[in-house]
């Protein structure tokens, strides 16, 4: 069965997507969220105000402890996901994530390694061009930021794959009987809840392309090569190379990484090379690598 089909597996009502849906929404806002709260519990210390900004909380808490505070709603997600993929839908979490009888990790890291390798070239070509690059290093915060960024952040990415590139992908096929359709709601979903970033704040709303095209480039992953294997591997290494390797203080991951970039916020030159050139020769390079076929039919037929 293609990966894209697997929403027909088990039971899959309209009613039971919702419900599913609002668990996870639930767990959110809810659980997901006490590490959050109680940052700011400890930051008001005692007092009435209730008023509280994200640079108090990081001066009180320290990046790591904010950082993971931001992540931990993601782990609530996935066992939200897979309680209502289980229970709800009564099917295998398996079938949000692959077509294969099991995880395909050489898949995973072979994108993984490509997107590293080039946000790597990204990084040696900006310091060299003379951007604002600040080498920032602290043993201690680092060791924890490394151990938040192998466990906690693929979590987050995990999430983010499961929920658009699977759960929403299936679905919304079940109703539209068209990749292509599928491939572009889902990405301009993915873009468009991405527009509460500070980052989108600071540069424009014009960034939501750069997210809204990874979107269909992740789905387009997704859609040719049968799971998600691939979409995973690349959105992964995108994370935690953001949080581990290359920060600033503009984007929604400010951490205690290697390396900081004051450079005023734009949309650079990288982004727009990520979407025009990087982004469709790895669609080629995995194409050709793993021999896909009938392409034109998976997204119009």
């Known amino acids: 069965m293609k990966f894209i089909e697997q ?3 088990g039971e899959n009502k309209i009613t ?7 668990i996870i929404i639930s767990g959110f806002i809810t659980i997901g969220q006490l590490p959050y709260f109680l940052i700011i519990f400890y930051t008001q210390n005692g007092s009435s105000e209730l008023l509280v900004s994200n640079d108090q909380l990081i001066s009180n808490v ?5 950082f993971t505070s931001l992540l931990f709603p993601f782990l609530v997600g996935v066992f939200a996901i897979a309680v209502g993929t289980k229970y ?7 079938s949000l994530i692959t ?3 099991k995880f395909d990790f050489k898949r995973f890291f072979l994108s993984f390694s490509l997107w590293g390798i080039v946000s790597a070239l990204f990084l040696l070509i900006m310091k060299m061009s003379g951007s604002k690059i600040e080498f920032e290093f602290d043993l201690i915060k680092f060791l924890i930021l490394f151990l938040i960024s192998l466990t906690l952040l693929p979590i987050q990415t995990f999430f983010e794959e499961i929920f658009f590139r699977g759960y929403l992908f299936q679905g919304t096929y079940l109703i539209f009987k068209k990749g292509w359709v599928v491939v572009l709601f ?3 979903l993915f873009g468009m809840l991405h527009g509460a970033n500070p980052e989108v704040e600071k540069i424009g709303k014009f960034l939501l392309i750069y997210y809204i095209e990874s979107g269909i480039f992740l789905g387009l992953l997704a859609l040719f090569d049968e799971g998600l294997e691939l979409s995973l591997g690349y959105h992964a290494v995108n994370n935690i190379f953001a949080a581990l390797i290359l920060t600033n203080d503009w984007q929604a991951f400010h951490t205690d990484a290697l390396f900081i970039d004051r450079t005023p916020p734009s949309f650079g030159i990288e982004n727009i090379l990520t979407l025009v050139v990087f982004q ?14 009938n392409l034109k039919d998976k997204l119009f037929k």
Do not use: D
């Open 7 to 9: 929403g027909t597996l």
């Open 16 to 22: 039971q997507y919702l419900f599913t849906i609002l």
């Open 62 to 66: 320290g990046l790591n402890t904010f």
């Open 88 to 94: 709800i839908h009564k099917r295998p979490f398996l």
């Open 99 to 101: 077509s294969r009888v």
């Open 186 to 188: 889902t990405g301009i």
């Open 280 to 293: 469709p020769i790895l669609l080629l390079i995995f194409a050709k690598k793993y021999k896909w076929k």
